[in-house]
Each structure stands twice: as structure tokens, then as C-alpha cells.
């Protein structure tokens, strides 16, 4: 049965240096002014106001696991969990109604932040299953994009995410589907 996992916002919160690097700022601190000092700290409180992370997960049997959504690299598992990470749709909003820069920083800063929460909610699965493959999403390697939708729509059972079902891409904007295999079970 799927479950829902709400982290606490320190778990999205991605270092700052690594979201500027994703913003294009390649250089120091120095670098940068104080009016656009100003501009990132202004973005990232933003991004944390608007906000809603959310992860829906199941952790299945290989055995009754539809072999299209197996990878390859999964060779060995016992069971695999899959889930769908959001940071919802407010995120994508307000980035659609900004200037330029504040839109280049809030797109830079979410996708940081949705990276952020995939690696936390990682963590947690490691802690209670144990050894297990790295964490994979469809599109790439074998498996194909477009099984995001099966994913989503018959394991997750769930309308956190849309996911276009000729494409594979997934709305909000700012949301991902992973899975990873565990080794025992």
C-alpha cells in the first residue's frame, strides 16, 4: 500500500553554493554584489515559502513487480521501492510570473531542492532496508520515460503528480519519480 512521507524543510534546503552553480554564478562570493546578494537570499526564502514537499512511496516484491519497470542494474533484488517527490505547484507559479532573474534563481534553487529531498528520503529508505542499488528514475538507462504514468497511476495510486501519458513528463515541474532495489527482504 502506498504511504506518504512529509519531510521537515531543512530536508529540501540545498547548500547555497551549489544552487548558484546551478543558477550560471561560477566564481567566489566575491563575485557577487550586495543588490544580487540580496536577490538569492530573497529566493531561497521564497522557494521555502512556497514549498510543499511531498514523497508518495511502495515498496514491492520483485516477483510481482511488472518486469517493464525492472532496470537492468537491479540484477539480484528482493524488493524495490518507488516514489514520486514533489515540491508541488506554487514553486511553478510563481516562476512563471517572475521577472528573469528571480525565475532563473527560483528554477535553480528548486530543482536543487527537489535533488535535496530525493537524497534525505534515500538516506531514510538506507537506514531502514538496507543494501541497495543506486537510486534510478525511468528515461534513464532501460527503462522508458513514458513509464513514469504506470508508475504514478498503478503502483503509487496517486495525484500529487501528473505525468502526461504519451511523454512521460511529470507536473509540477519540480517533481521526480525514483526507484531504488533492496538487496534483502
Known sequence: MPEIYIPDLFEIMPQKRIYLLRAGFKGTAYDINEKLKEEVNYVYQIG?????????????????????LIPQSFKGVKLITFFVSTLGTDIDIFISN???????????????????LNKSFDEKLRKQLGLGTRRFSPGYGDIDIRKNWDIVNNLLKTD????????????????????IGWYSG
Open 48 to 68: 521555502l515559502e512556497l514549498a510543499k514537499p511531498k514523497v508518495v512511496f511502495n515498496t514491492l516484491p520483485i516477483d510481482i513487480t511488472d518486469k517493464a
Open 98 to 116: 517572475s521577472n528573469i532573474l528571480i525565475s532563473t534563481l527560483l528554477d535553480a534553487w528548486a530543482s536543487e531542492a527537489i535533488e535535496a
Open 160 to 179: 500529487i503528480v501528473s505525468v502526461n501519458n504519451n511523454t512521460g513528463i511529470i507536473t509540477p515541474r519540480k517533481s521526480t519519480i525514483c526507484m
